[in-house]
């Protein structure tokens, strides 16, 4: 079990606007740390998505952008693509693990 | 361009060991903090340990006290020591990059593709 939680999976028509949730305690997110978003498409390696909660790496499209409130973090897709099908994990830091923790991870699926 | 290929995966039995080998290039491995994040078949990712420039190493509850990090900086690689295995270490090793400015705000920059560890008998 997971200490950030995510939706095992959600789904949306191409062109809408989806979000993943992360929910996680006093000891990570609701401390202040900050939050990471990854993509991984079927059959490779992560790719980092968002960092430090809201920021995107150069390449990934403005579509995505990621939001931080208490204890949970929202990573949103709009104008949804095909492409966009993936599993999408959050990563954060616990204090009390004193190390980096991610969540379930939740399957995208475009209809 | 940032480049991280792991090595040394394969088949052990349980309570066997394994030294996975990380190469990185096309950045200064001395001054980077590095990590390694696995995945077992059809689950999500676990993060099994991370080590500072400075040598200092962090490590997962799970794997505590059985896997070690290690650094060569002179050959810009990682390693990750892993003894005995069990049935539930089964999982790609994937090799990253962090970056961020403080232990606690680290995120995985790059990802290598993976080296597969499978434990069985």
């Known amino acids: 079990q997971s200490v950030l939680t995510q939706p095992p999976s959600v789904s949306g028509a191409p062109g809408q606007r989806v979000t993943i949730s992360c929910t996680g305690s006093s000891s990570n997110i609701g401390a202040s740390y900050d939050v990471h978003w990854y993509q991984q498409l079927p059959g490779t390696a992560p790719k980092l998505l968002i960092y430090?909660?809201?920021n995107r790496p150069s390449g990934v499209p403005d579509r995505f952008s990621g939001s931080k409130s208490g204890t949970s973090a929202s990573l949103a897709i709009t104008g949804l693509q095909a492409e966009d099908e993936a599993d999408y994990y959050c990563q954060s830091y616990d204090s009390s693990l004193s190390g980096s923790i991610f969540g379930g991870g939740t399957k995208l699926t475009v209809l | 361009e940032v480049q991280l290929l792991e090595s040394g995966g394969g088949l052990v039995q349980p309570g066997g060991s394994l030294r996975l080998s990380c190469a990185a290039s096309?950045?200064?491995?001395?001054?980077?903090?590095m990590s390694w994040v696995r995945q077992a078949p059809g689950k999500g990712l676990e993060w099994v340990s991370g080590i500072g420039s400075g040598y200092r190493a962090y490590y997962g509850d799970s794997v505590k006290g059985r896997f070690t990090v290690s650094r060569d900086n002179s050959k810009n690689t990682l390693f990750l020591q892993v003894n005995s295995l069990r049935a539930e270490d089964t999982a790609i090793y994937y090799c990253?990059?962090?970056?961020?400015?403080?232990?606690?705000?680290?995120?995985?920059?790059?990802w290598g593709q993976g080296t597969l560890v499978t434990v069985s008998s």
């Open positions: 990253a990059k962090y970056s961020g400015s403080a232990w606690s705000t680290l995120w995985f920059q790059h």
């Open positions: 096309g950045f200064t491995f001395s001054t980077s903090a």
């Open positions: 430090a909660t809201s």
